[in-house]
């Protein structure tokens, strides 16, 4: 098992998100715009927090690193801090698909959540063909919870994405 970090957005992290966010396969399953890297830019600088002082209705997301090398991000979104939930993200890239790697961000970053924070919840959606993404969650610990008909356009389309949650009393595997 690889020693991960997860680190506050850093310019020189954007350049190599942006070739991510063009692969093939980020774009099959997720509903991501054509933006241009200044964009990126100006978008991720505001995503900033500690895990422990997360805003109200903002996105933050941190950067994976293991060793020197990014290898993805992974965002908390839509905190709810009187209800004590918020959304989860994450993209792997796509040169560590495959390794096991997503599995472990996704365990360790969650488990840092829930030390962290007050949240009590957190929530994933998957489009329904992912099926990677879905076994990562599984293995992790999330529940399927049900199916969000029609929920997202990816690629011009209106898809169907699949909800998934953990709860603190959860255990995280």
Not at 150 to 159: C, F, K, N, T
Request: hydrophobic fraction near 40%; glycine fraction near 6%; aromatic fraction near 10%.
């Amino acid at each position: 098992m690889s020693s991960l970090e997860f680190v506050h957005p850093d310019p020189v992290f954007v350049p190599q998100w942006h070739v991510w966010r063009q692969h093939e396969q980020a774009r099959l399953h997720n509903p991501i715009e054509d933006e241009h890297e200044s964009e990126l830019l100006a978008r991720v600088l505001l995503q900033k927090a500690e895990l422990g002082q997360l805003e109200e209705g903002k996105i933050h997301r941190w950067f994976v690193l293991e060793g020197k090398e990014v290898v993805g991000t992974v965002a908390i979104e839509q905190y709810n801090p009187r209800m004590r939930s918020a959304s989860f993200g994450y993209h792997i890239a796509p040169n560590c698909a495959g390794r096991g790697l997503g599995t472990q961000i996704v365990r360790q970053f969650i488990k840092d959540v829930f030390f962290k924070t007050t949240i009590d919840r957190l929530i994933a959606t998957v489009h329904k063909d992912n099926i990677a993404s879905k076994k990562i969650l599984s293995k992790v610990g999330f529940v399927f919870e049900g199916t969000l008909r029609q929920y997202l356009i990816v690629r011009g389309e209106r898809v169907d994405f699949e909800l998934y949650s953990i709860l603190r009393t959860d255990s995280v595997s």
